[in-house]
Nanobody, 124 residues
């Protein structure tokens, strides 16, 4: 059974850093694109970063230059390094998997499998 589990969420001050992890199980990660999404109360879930099967990445403009995603298909894990965090980065962060031969997407509707999320709070 395909499962995704996020971890690493915490409370951090503005300007701080956090590293989130997404552990995949039950499927070969190398066949899937991975996306990172976030959602705060009253807002739509939005894509912040994604990586292709081979590790190419894409980012939302709101996080480009501050967030970096990486993955290790052998270990079946993906990370999201978040730097220079801002209060507007607060929310529940999710990883999601999409089986496609190439590319990745920041659109939530394209993903088939989701983790349960991990909470990130950026507050002074």
């Amino acid at each position: 059974q395909l499962q995704l589990a996020e971890s690493g969420g915490d409370v951090v001050q503005p300007g701080g850093s956090l590293r989130l992890s997404c552990k995949a199980s039950g499927f070969p990660l190398g066949y899937y694109a991975l996306g990172w999404f976030r959602q705060s109360p009253g807002k739509e879930r939005e894509g912040v970063a994604c990586s292709t099967r081979l590790g190419s990445t894409d980012y939302a403009e709101t996080v480009r230059g501050r967030f970096v995603t990486s993955r290790d298909n052998f270990k079946a894990i993906a990370d999201l390094q978040m730097n220079d965090l801002k209060p507007e980065d607060s929310g529940t962060y999710y990883c999601a998997a999409l089986r496609i031969p190439s590319g990745c997407s920041l659109l939530k509707g394209t993903y088939q499998n989701w983790g349960q999320g991990t909470q990130v709070t950026v507050v002074a």
